[in-house]
Nanobody
Framework: QVQLVESGGGLVHPGGSLKLSCATSGVSLNYYAIGWFRQAPGKEREGVSCISSTDNRTDYADSVKGRFPVSKDRTKTTVYLQMNDLKPEDTAVYYC?????????????????WGQGTQVTVSS
């Protein structure tokens, strides 16, 4: 059974940082890329970042490039999203998802498995 479980969300002031984790089971990071997505109230789900399976190539949305590095720990089957210099517009529910192979450019339909999401709120 495949499971993706996000954690690490919360309330933070503008300019602050949070580190999200995506704990995976039932999928191997040697074969699956892990993407991070977010969905704000009333908006469509959008891609944030992705890390590919074998070569660890990363992709980022322009809105987070340079602020949200993504990494993974093969031993623990966990992927991390370090969120720095957070802005109010980063407020959303953040999801991780698994896609076979390499990052496809945030195509929602390409992802086979999704987590339940974790809320991130950036407010003063």
């Amino acid at each position: 059974q495949v499971q993706l479980v996000e954690s690490g969300g919360g309330l933070v002031h503008p300019g602050g940082s949070l580190k999200l984790s995506c704990a995976t089971s039932g999928v191997s990071l040697n074969y699956y890329a892990i993407g991070w997505f977010r969905q704000a109230p009333g908006k469509e789900r959008e891609g944030v970042s992705c890390i590919s399976s074998t070569d660890n190539r990363t992709d980022y949305a322009d809105s987070v490039k340079g602020r949200f590095p993504v990494s993974k720990d093969r031993t623990k089957t966990t992927v991390y999203l370090q969120m720095n210099d957070l802005k109010p517009e980063d407020t959303a529910v953040y999801y991780c998802a698994a896609e076979l192979g390499y990052c496809s450019g945030f195509v929602l339909g390409a992802y086979d498995y999704w987590g339940q999401g974790t809320q991130v709120t950036v407010s003063s």
